[in-house]
């Protein structure tokens, strides 16, 4: 019962870790923009994410819609799939977290 208490233990210690790195994350989200969009958009991450509500940024990744969105606000970014969809989720919860109704201002 003992090995098997500590099997247990350490499947979910395992999965807890695991999930938590297949996660997207605000703050790597931030240093994508600063350094691969910030020039293109031509503003601050601050005035980006302003662009729109939390509910606004949530509906437009929820529609798809996210990409264009962004190349709508930067003229310097071309429209469709050009941003790859490995920096979207990160670039999601940037702008989610540091939406104009969100209370939070990024420092880049």
């Known amino acids: 019962m003992k090995?098997?208490?500590k099997l247990a233990i350490a499947a979910l210690l395992g999965l807890?870790?695991?999930a938590t790195t297949a996660?997207?994350?605000a703050d790597l989200g931030k240093t994508i923009y600063s350094k691969k969009y910030k020039k293109a958009c031509g503003m601050t991450g601050a005035k980006f994410a302003a662009k729109h509500s939390q509910d606004e940024w949530e509906t437009l990744m929820d529609d798809?819609?996210?990409a264009n969105e962004m190349a709508k606000i930067c003229p310097g970014v071309p429209s469709g799939d050009a941003v790859p969809a490995k920096f979207?989720?990160?670039l999601y919860?940037?702008?989610y977290k540091?939406?104009?109704?969100?209370g939070n201002v990024p420092s880049c």
């Open 98 to 102: 540091f939406a104009n109704d969100s």
């Open 3 to 5: 090995t098997v208490s």
């Open 64 to 66: 798809g819609e996210f």
């Open 16 to 18: 807890g870790v695991a």
């Open 88 to 90: 979207l989720e990160h």
């Open 93 to 95: 919860d940037f702008s």
């Open 23 to 25: 996660t997207a994350d």
